[in-house]
Every structure is written in C-alpha cells, then in structure tokens.
C-alpha cells in the first residue's frame, strides 16, 4: 500500500501532523511520501503562501482574527468557496504525482490539500481512498467543501458541529490529532528533566509561541515571571521569529531566571520536562502538551481556531485560560503551587487525550483503504 501526505507550511502544526502520520503509517508497513500541496501551484506560490500567514500571524493577528470570522460567516455548503477554486488550479500536476507514484491513500493534514484532492475525486481522477485529519478542536471555515471519504475528527466533543456543516456523518471518525509516536505520558518528571539538561530541583515554565513566535512573547514573559518564585525557572521559545527572540534577549538580560531559544525540535522533551506549559492554543503543541500531562495556560491565542481550541480546553478542565495580564500571573503561580488544580488538570488531559492516536489513524486508514480497494466502483 502506498501513501501520500499532504500538508502545507501555514505554522508547524500542519507539517507536525504529517510527519506523525508518516510514523504511524510507515510503522504498520505503508510506504509514504510526505509532499507540500501547496507547491504543485510553484514553489514560489507555496513561499507566498507560508509568508503571508507567517506575517498575518506574527505582525497582525486581529486582522488575522478578523478574516477567520468573515470565513466563518461565508462558509456553506452550498456551494464552493473562493478558496477551493484557487486550490483547484493546480490539481493537474498533482495528479500526475498521484499516478506516477501509485497512491492508494492520501491523507491530508492541511485544508488546501483536502480542496485540491476533492476537486480531483468528483471529476474520477483520483479513485483511491482520501482522508482528512482536523488539527483543530473545532472545524475551520471552507471545510465543509472537502468531500473527503473519512474525515478524522479531532474529539467526540467536535462531532455535532461537523454534523451542523452537514459533513455526512458516516465518514466522521473521532480518534483524535496525530502527534509523533515518540510523544509520550511523562512518568518521571525528574528524568525529563536531566534529560532535556535542567536542573531536576528546580521548577521550569515553558513559554512557547509556536513555531512562527507568535502570542507576544515579550510582553507575556513579564507576566509570567511575575507568578514565579524566584528560584524557578522560564525557558522561552521563540521559534523562527528572530525579532520576538531578540527582543525577548533585550529585555531579560541578566536575569539569570530566563533562557531565551529560538527554534527547538522536537519540542517535546521540554514539554516533558516542564512543570508548566504556557503557550497559545495551536492543536499540535496544546496535543502534544496534554499527551504528555503537563500543566498548560493557554496565553494570547490568535483569533479563530486557537481562541476556539482554548475555549474547548478550558471547558473541559484540560487547560485554564488566561484572558489578561492579571490572569497570567495569577494562574502561573497557582498551577506552580497548587498540586490538587495542577493533579486535576494533568487527570482531565489523560482522560480526553488518547497517546495511541496515530497508530489508531493509521489501523483505520488501513483498513478503510482495503475496503475501498475491495468495493464494486461505479
């Protein structure tokens, strides 16, 4: 059986997903290729496209916030939307690709992929099984346009809102985001710690603004050191934004309390090694965190998704949420502290969370590509 995977460079959580699939996959004997569906359209399209979301996020995240709620208001499924006709112009490469490389499956891990594949299989392009994995706890605007034959749902608690978009039922499977098969539950936080190099006595806040550095980094930090004893410790991680990470340098240098990183993968040896995530709600490093079991407060999320993922969170004792300065610090040093919230909390993502879910995705995939591959076509 063969694979292919479609993911694009909107932020790391799409490519993360992509990757984890590849895992799962190729571990239960499929062979995969791991491919940016947004490059069949050049890779200067694919440059533009990861800019442009890289900038919106990093520079004007409001803005950004404001477009996903238009989105939301647009978003039928009555019809096709703009967005599905511009993924649609460049399937033709994408197809040959599928041919040559004899796929049987394609999983895609990004909403554009999911449009281009669905324009390919209502003209009987592609006649092989096409999946679609959500990476978000709530289902973003133009999803309803993918016609995908199972759409894994990333919880049970997503599943009416699917049915609401009127995704037919039947192809929902609820088993969760895929994160990689080395992302464990933490059972012994002092080894995390030696491992990642930290001192196994000491208390570590991770503050992480995903892999674009986004959430306001700078601004956030000071609230978080300031619901800290002053023998913790606060690593931040900056990801790619070299602008966030100097700035954050400036403004802690001395204070021996702050190590300042740029881009760090994997990341999830420090999530193990963290007494305390802080970060925005993106679905792959919130996924990744509660996997894991650690404390997380969920800090400046960007508008749409990640306001909605943490809202989930929150509702369901995964995550508190911090909807100020004040609540920053505030949460900081009662997650820190206080062993029965943080003991509930860790209890409640373990509960919601499954850390098998991608070998079940891939077992699923499988078995569902058999199936198809054994069924009378029309």
């Known amino acids: 059986m063969k694979a292919v995977i479609l993911s694009t460079h909107t932020g790391g959580g799409h490519d993360a997903a992509a990757h984890a699939m590849?895992?799962?996959?190729?571990?239960?004997?499929?062979?995969?290729?791991?491919?940016?569906c947004v490059a069949f359209g050049g890779e200067w399209f694919s440059r533009a496209v990861s800019k442009a979301y890289?900038?919106?996020?990093?520079?004007?995240?409001?803005?950004?916030?404001?477009?996903?709620?238009?989105?939301?208001?647009?978003?039928?499924?009555?019809w096709k939307s703009p967005v599905y006709l511009v993924n649609s112009t460049y399937t033709k490469?994408?197809?040959?690709?599928?041919?040559?490389?004899?796929?049987?499956?394609?999983?895609?891990?990004?909403?554009?992929?999911?449009?281009?594949?669905?324009?390919?299989?209502?003209r009987g392009i592609?006649?092989?099984?096409?999946?679609?994995i959500m990476t978000d706890y709530t289902l973003s605007p133009f999803m309803e346009d993918i016609q995908a034959d199972v759409l894994i749902v990333s919880h049970p608690g997503v599943m009416q809102e699917c049915i609401d978009k009127h995704i037919p039922k039947e192809t929902m499977v609820p088993l969760g985001i895929p994160v990689s098969l080395k992302c464990r539950p933490c059972t012994d936080k002092r080894q995390a710690k030696e491992a990642a190099g930290l001192d196994p006595d000491r208390k570590y806040v991770l503050l992480a603004g995903g892999s674009m550095g986004a959430g306001s980094?700078?601004?956030?930090?000071?609230?978080?050191?300031?619901?800290?004893?002053?023998?913790?410790?606060?690593?931040?991680?900056?990801?790619?934004?070299?602008?966030?990470?100097?700035?954050?340098?400036?403004q802690c240098r001395g204070d021996e309390r702050v190590t300042v990183l740029g881009k760090v993968t994997p990341l999830y040896p420090l999530l193990a090694a963290a007494d305390l995530v802080a970060t925005k709600s993106g679905g792959l490093?919130?996924?990744?965190?509660?996997?894991?079991?650690?404390?997380?407060?969920?800090?400046?999320?960007?508008?749409?998704?990640?306001?909605?993922?943490?809202?989930?969170?929150?509702?369901?004792?995964?995550?508190?949420?911090?909807?100020?300065?004040?609540?920053?610090?505030?949460?900081?040093?009662?997650?820190?502290?206080?062993?029965?919230?943080?003991?509930?909390?860790v209890a409640a993502q373990h509960r919601e969370i499954d850390p098998d879910c991608a070998r079940k995705i891939a077992a699923c995939l499988i078995q569902k590509t058999e199936a198809w591959e054994k069924a009378p076509k029309g």
């Open 22 to 36: 590849e895992e799962a996959l190729t571990e239960a004997g499929v062979t995969c290729k791991v491919m940016d």
């Open 54 to 78: 890289v900038r919106a996020v990093q520079r004007s995240p409001e803005g950004f916030g404001k477009v996903y709620r238009l989105g939301a208001m647009l978003s039928t499924p009555k």
């Open 93 to 122: 490469k994408m197809a040959k690709e599928l041919e040559d490389y004899g796929a049987d499956l394609v999983v895609c891990t990004h909403m554009f992929g999911g449009q281009s594949m669905t324009h390919l299989k209502r």
């Open 126 to 132: 592609f006649r092989g099984l096409l999946a679609m």
């Open 217 to 250: 980094l700078p601004e956030t930090l000071t609230a978080v050191l300031a619901g800290m004893a002053q023998e913790d410790r606060l690593l931040v991680v900056c990801g790619t934004n070299e602008e966030v990470r100097a700035e954050c340098e400036a």
């Open 285 to 345: 490093t919130s996924t990744e965190t509660m996997t894991i079991g650690v404390p997380m407060l969920v800090v400046n999320p960007i508008s749409g998704c990640e306001t909605a993922n943490a809202d989930f969170f929150a509702a369901r004792g995964m995550a508190a949420y911090a909807h100020n300065k004040g609540d920053v610090t505030e949460l900081t040093h009662m997650l820190l502290n206080d062993d029965t919230a943080r003991n509930a909390m």
